[in-house]
């Protein structure tokens, strides 16, 4: 939630930012820059002429590329190929701040915008910028990651670029026993694009999302002014840039609160055919003082030889059981569990977790058991990945969906979604979870449902290109739009996570009271919407287009 400025401060702020925007530079945000998916609309001068002349001009530690750019024109979604004028390779934070100080001088003269873009893992083109600049922020190498060991009562922490790859984070801290306390599913992904959404996996429950694990950021505005931000300092922006769309500014470094790190991780599956039951021992839980270390779930439907294909991974509780249990025509539910532990807990680590389940109301003969090491257990989509590589099945269309579903809602939803609308999960996972945010953080930019208990669902499915079929994208995306209409009835309360919309309306409606302190947050931060385009928020004028 929003940090709430006093109205003194916030009226003075925006008065000053108004009288200063009409006099030099005009009101730039108006209702018609509001949202940024117009068609491209060709200026005058092509952009590339004046904007390449000038920039090539410019002096870098880094580089800027005008050519051979197309891998910044895609993403993990696959679907959006919007081609930038350029791509700032940089080297330095001065590099991002050189590169949008300079845009920013430009003024209304100027339709050029810029986007941050790490590992490539939006979905919706929100890391592109159409004839605009991506700044790669991969390159921001330095600088190196640096440790900050517990003194006192001064807990450790690590200080990385922002464009530093969660898996390598995870290698660097477990050299000196430690790791971050809150992670995502998926390690390949940036720090800076993790902390600009929120960063939610099945540790959230306890530790809260990643954005709830920041000490510390360094932060380029849309002014191009290079900002130290936290809890005591530039308090407002460090709030605002944490889950913030990347609308406020450019985070360039994070210090990450460390704890110390297991070893080795008892990994469980076990499997429900009621959905009462299986939510109640979720949130059973998430709510216990002693529990596991995470907590996620997902739903399976009509999935044919279930059972045997996790044998691989697990080992059957009762096999004699399993081998009688039918998948096919079922609409099942798999809590999937992990206790972590180190050497000098094994020789109780059984029991541990065997008085854990004892609480739980699974089916019996579906218990599935698994000990891998740490780092296994955290980078194990990456292994999904590699699979899915050598396929040729990666670098498809992934039309993924996102939601949050208050507790109150969730039967509801369930109800109509699994089973009535999505009648397989053959396309990709399910995943279904519920966190408790009275324990997280409640001033950051994120927007999650009103309630304290809620779920996140995520339909994470992939298409085959070439099918017309039930695994086409077509497909895919039109079942996306009936559980979306369904989730619009207001009475729900859900959010979208890792959100999407096309009108300004739609956004206002996600933001609720939320959208006033988000729009003059954009006032301050980057009052000529230069930055993150491909959000489709605010927009230049005519400066997102869609080829």
């Not at 945000?29 to 410019?58: E, R, Y």
């Not at 939510?279 to 002693?290: A, C, G, R, V």
């Not at 025509?329 to 065997?354: M, N, T, W």
Request: glycine share 6%.
């Amino acid at each position: 939630m929003f940090i709430s400025l006093s109205h003194s401060t916030f009226k003075l702020k925006a008065t000053i930012l108004k009288l200063v925007l009409l006099f030099l530079l005009g009101f730039t945000i108006n209702k018609d820059n509001l949202c940024s998916n117009h068609p491209f609309a060709t200026p005058t001068v092509p952009p590339i002429t004046v904007h390449s002349s000038s920039m090539a001009k410019m002096i870098f530690d880094g580089h800027l590329s005008f050519h051979n750019n197309e891998h910044a024109a895609k993403d993990f979604g696959n679907r959006y190929n919007l081609m930038p004028l350029a791509v700032l390779h940089p080297k330095s934070v001065s590099d991002i701040s050189y590169v949008i100080r300079h845009v920013f001088d430009l003024g209304l003269n100027s339709e050029l915008t810029l986007a941050a873009r790490g590992h490539g893992h939006s979905l919706e083109g929100q890391s592109q910028a159409y004839q605009g600049v991506v700044i790669n922020m991969e390159s921001l190498i330095l600088p190196k990651m640096r440790f900050h060991f517990q003194t006192g009562t001064k807990q450790p922490y690590i200080e990385v670029s922002a464009g530093e790859l969660w898996i390598n984070i995870l290698h660097e801290s477990l050299k000196h026993g430690l790791a971050p306390k809150s992670w995502t599913d998926y390690l390949h992904l940036t720090v800076g694009g993790t902390l600009s959404n929120a960063g939610i996996s099945g540790q959230a429950f306890r530790h809260g999302p990643q954005i709830d694990n920041v000490y510390q950021l360094q932060v380029v505005t849309g002014r191009g002014e290079v900002l130290t931000c936290s809890e005591k300092q530039n308090e407002d922006l460090f709030h605002s840039v944490l889950g913030g769309l990347g609308q406020f500014g450019i985070i360039t470094k994070a210090r990450i609160a460390l704890e110390p790190a297991p070893r080795m991780v008892k990994w469980v599956r076990a499997l429900y055919s009621d959905f009462s039951t299986f939510t109640n021992d979720q949130e059973h839980l998430i709510s216990s003082e002693n529990s596991f270390d995470y907590i996620e779930g997902f739903v399976i439907i009509n999935r044919t030889g279930l059972l045997n294909n996790w044998r691989s991974s697990f080992n059957l509780k009762d096999p004699i059981l399993a081998n009688r249990f039918i998948s096919e025509g079922r609409v099942l539910y798999c809590l999937e569990v992990a206790k972590y532990f180190s050497p000098q807990e094994y020789d109780h680590i059984d029991q541990d977790v065997d008085k854990l389940l004892s609480k739980l109301n699974y089916l019996r003969s579906t218990l599935f058991l698994s000990e891998v090491s740490y780092i296994d257990f955290l980078d194990r989509v990456h292994v999904s990945e590699m699979k899915l590589r050598e396929k040729g099945l990666w670098e498809v269309p992934h039309p993924w969906l996102n939601l949050l579903v208050p507790r109150s809602s969730i039967h509801e939803f369930a109800q109509q979604a699994f089973g009535n609308i999505v009648k397989d999960t053959s396309n990709g996972p399910v995943l279904i979870y519920p966190v408790n945010k009275s324990r997280w953080k409640n001033r950051t930019s994120l927007v999650t449902p009103e309630e304290d208990v809620f779920y996140l669902v995520a339909f994470l499915s992939s298409a085959i290109p070439s099918s017309i079929g039930k695994d086409g994208l077509e497909h895919i995306l039109t079942r996306n739009d009936r559980i979306l209409e369904f989730c619009g009835r207001p009475h729900l309360g859900i959010k979208q996570y890792l959100p999407h919309y096309s009108t300004i309306a739609e956004w206002k409606t996600h933001f609720g009271n939320q959208w006033e302190v988000f729009y003059r947050r954009k006032l301050i931060y980057d009052p000529l919407a230069i930055l993150a385009p491909g959000q489709r928020i605010f927009r230049r004028a005519h400066a997102f287009g869609r080829q």
